[in-house]
């Protein structure tokens, strides 16, 4: 079993800045693909961004320029930076990742956490 578990979501004002981490866990040989989403009631989940296990990254156009990702592959976490929040940017965040448990059965898991919510407004 994997557990990913969001934190860093809140109340910020607009042009205000947040970080967002989301720590793996449990039984991992390794991660490929970690992932950022968001979601606002009434859509659907919209894929922030991605970051490989070599920490090459890609962003959604929305967020290119503000949001940064990046990992810590010691601590099977992954990090969302963002910045100049806009109040469009107000969801629930999802962190996720493509998980290998096991060297002897190299199948991919997609594991996802929880969420967090980020309030933007002044």
């Known amino acids: 079993q994997v557990q990913l578990v969001e934190s860093g979501g809140g109340l910020v004002q607009p042009g205000g800045s947040l970080r967002l981490s989301c720590a793996a866990s449990?039984?991992?040989?390794?991660?490929?693909?970690m992932g950022w989403y968001r979601q606002t009631p009434g859509k659907q989940r919209e894929l922030i961004g991605s970051i490989t296990s070599s920490s090459s990254t890609n962003y959604a156009d929305s967020v290119k320029g503000r949001f940064t990702i990046s990992r810590d592959n010691g601590k099977n976490t992954v990090y969302l930076q963002m910045s100049s929040l806009k109040p469009e940017d107000t969801a629930v965040y999802y962190c996720?990742?493509?998980?290998?448990?096991?060297?002897?059965?190299?199948?991919?898991?997609?594991?996802w956490g929880q969420g967090t919510q980020v309030t933007v407004s002044s």
């Open positions: 449990g039984s991992i040989f390794s991660i490929n693909v």
């Open positions: 996720n990742a493509d998980v290998i448990r096991d060297w002897g059965s190299p199948r991919v898991y997609r594991y």
